[in-house]
Structures are given as C-alpha cells and as structure tokens.
C-alpha cells in the first residue's frame, strides 16, 4: 500500500524534476507549461495513489473487483465534478490541443456550470447529462489529465444507475482519511509552487464544478497571449465555488 512517507519521496521528485516537461506547447511561454506540466504530473500521481487505495479498500470490503471494469455505462460522468484550477490547467491546455476552445464550446461550458451551481448533485445526476469531456462513445477525452474526483470513483453495484456519489454500495476516497490527506498535501504543494512561480496573490485557488473551472483556465491561457501579467490577473480572479453554491449543492434531492 502506498503510504505518506513514500508519496512526499515522489512529490519531491516531481517538484524538482526540471525534465518534466512533456506536451510542450510552443504557443505558451515556456515557463507557463513548465508549471502546468509539474501539475499534471502531481495530480496525476496523487490520482494514481487515491485510486490504489480505494480500490484496496472496497476490495477487501467487498472481496472483488469493482464493476468498473465490466461497465460500459456513461453513468459515472453523470456526476457533478469539482476540481482545483490547478488540476483545470492541464484540462484546458489538453482540449486546447485537440482544437476545442471554440466559442460555442465555451459557451455550453458557461451554461453547464452555471447549471450545476443551481443544483443538487444527487438531482444534476438524476438528469443524465454527460460531462462536456465525453466524447460521442462516451469516452473521456481527458481522460490523462482526468480530475482526482474521476479517478477516485469505483463501484461494487449490479447496477450502474447506482453509481451516485451518494449511493453505499460506491467506494469514494471521502471515507478515506489518509487518501484524502496525502492529495491535499499533494494539491496544496502545487498550488504554492504556481503562486512562486507566477507571483499569484491569493490565498489559495479556488475550487469550482469541472465547467467553470475550465472555463477560467481557458480565459487564462487567452489572457496569457498578452502577457504573464494578464494571466495571472485572470487566474486570481477566477471565481470559486462560493458557500451558497455549497449549500444549494449539498441540499438534500427532494
Ligand atoms: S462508477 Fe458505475 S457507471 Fe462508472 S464505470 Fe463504475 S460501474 Fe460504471
Ligand atoms: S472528466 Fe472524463 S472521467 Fe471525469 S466525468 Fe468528465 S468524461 Fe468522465
């Protein structure tokens, strides 16, 4: 099992790893997606850690394997996803490679999270509307820079329509403290390193539904055409998911 002594080794190793580097996108200041890069790699690892432990863990509750892996059904991108902008950042270059910060798309995405914020999340799953990552077969389009939310969420039900984050027979990493705390160790590493190396001012970055997060981090990369200042104004005034959208959230589904 992973354990917290052995994540912070490796989370050392990528913060410091100046070789890090991949899906270079010559258009971005170099030291932009220097940044970016060193996020996806943290997510990514501490994604990769939270899945282990979820799945070990619902495999000795339930003593085998998820039925994930025999599933072909778009029910689990039927959730409300909140993410930090650190973990958008690599979401939104990604669809920026594959071409689709169209205006319309941008659009949809405004909508969609305005959407979610008007809803609770058991009801906004009740409705069946895909992620806007999901592609006509259901495929996630980013699905390696896929948010830790996505990559947390197993289940051991017979059905799919189950598969609510509410629902007992789901396995999410909530209930599991140590998964928890090693990924805001890991989120909270990289924020710092993005606010040092982009002198951001603000306390911390904000957390939004996938949508709107996105969204923010696309303004971003435009705003960064005219200059880092601009790019770091944008990301500092991204908004964040704010008490009242929590509460609306939350609500219970009546
Ligand atoms: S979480 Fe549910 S819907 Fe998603 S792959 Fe697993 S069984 Fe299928
Ligand atoms: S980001 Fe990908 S895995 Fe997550 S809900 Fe959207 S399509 Fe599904």
């Known amino acids: 099992m992973m354990d917290i002594e052995k994540l912070n080794q490796e989370v050392e190793r990528i913060m410091g790893d100046p070789e890090i580097r991949s899906a270079y996108d010559p258009t971005l200041p170099r030291t932009l997606n220097a940044a970016i890069d060193r996020m996806q790699a943290l997510s990514s690892y501490a994604g990769g850690a939270v899945s282990d432990l979820v799945l070990q863990v619902g495999r000795s509750k339930f003593g085998e394997e998820p039925a994930c892996g025999r599933c072909t059904s778009p029910a689990c991108c039927w959730q409300v996803v909140s993410v930090t902008l650190m973990e958008a950042l690599p979401i939104a270059r ?51 820079q896929r948010p830790i939310a996505c990559r947390q969420h197993f289940a ?99």
């Not at 999340?121 to 996630?140: G, I, K, Y």
């Not at 090693?182 to 306390?203: C, K, N, P, W, Y």
């Open 94 to 144: 990604a669809l920026r490679h594959l071409n689709q910060d169209t205006a319309k798309f941008l659009a949809r995405l405004e909508d969609l999270g305005q959407w979610q914020r008007s809803m609770n999340a058991a009801a906004w799953f009740n409705m069946h509307e895909p992620c806007p990552f999901q592609d006509q077969q259901n495929r996630c389009m980013i699905y390696a």
């Open 156 to 254: 051991w039900t017979p059905d799919p329509l189950y598969c609510r984050g509410d629902s007992p027979e789901s396995v999410q990493a909530r209930t599991l403290r140590l998964a928890v705390e090693m990924v805001i160790d890991t989120i909270l590493l990289a924020e710092q390193s993005l606010r040092v190396s982009f002198g951001i001012h603000r306390e911390s970055l904000p957390v939004n539904v996938l949508p709107t997060a996105v969204l923010s981090c696309f303004r971003a990369f435009a705003a960064a055409t005219r200059g880092k200042d601009d790019f770091r104004r944008a990301l500092e005034q991204a908004p964040a998911l704010t008490p009242a959208d929590l509460e609306v959230m939350r609500a219970v589904a009546s």
